[in-house]
């Protein structure tokens, strides 16, 4: 015989673990990815941030991919103990670079520092940087000027360098 049964609906707990299942499904798909948003804060800045903004502030998503960025120890297998050592190994190599970079700062710094003295102590003329005049006085000639752009010149390049270098380039 026939029986017409009612078909059953799923109930919400049914539904809501197969929408849990399929989100951890293409989750697992796209572990390297990370999900931010992008809008702008209340202060008029930007704000980055991997949970969403608040209700009416018009937003942008980002898909970033972190597969190929910074250290991911679950992603390389290694141990916690070969973590921190590969941290260790790239705060050492962080600092001596910016030990380096240091000095190579204070080494621009002395070679500015000199050249400005030594065009402070130049202003003053030295013997046949000045011509007589037909009244008995004298004035300043090319030599001068000449040894003087020089010395700017070079006391212009040093602080150059030395600006580059604070800036990092």
Do not use: C, W
């Amino acid at each position: 015989m026939f029986s017409l049964q009612r078909r059953r609906k799923p109930s919400l707990p049914t539904i809501l673990v197969l929408l849990a299942a399929l989100a951890a499904a293409s989750l697992a798909g796209a572990a390297d990815t990370r999900t931010l948003y992008k809008y702008l804060g209340s202060d008029g800045k930007v704000v980055y941030s991997d949970k969403p903004p608040p209700r009416g502030v018009q937003f942008e998503t980002l898909q970033v991919d972190t597969s190929k960025s910074g250290f991911n120890p679950s992603a390389s297998g290694s141990t916690p103990a070969a973590a921190a050592a590969d941290i260790d190994t790239r705060l050492k190599e962080r600092k001596a670079k910016e030990t380096e970079h240091d000095q190579l700062i204070a080494e621009l710094q002395q070679a500015y520092d000199q050249a400005a003295a030594a065009l402070t102590a130049a202003q003053e003329p030295r013997e046949g940087e000045r011509t007589q005049n037909a009244n008995g006085t004298s004035r300043l000639n090319e030599t001068y000027f000449n040894r003087i752009a020089e010395m700017q010149q070079k006391a212009d390049a040093a602080r150059d360098k030395l600006e580059a270098a604070k800036r990092g380039e």
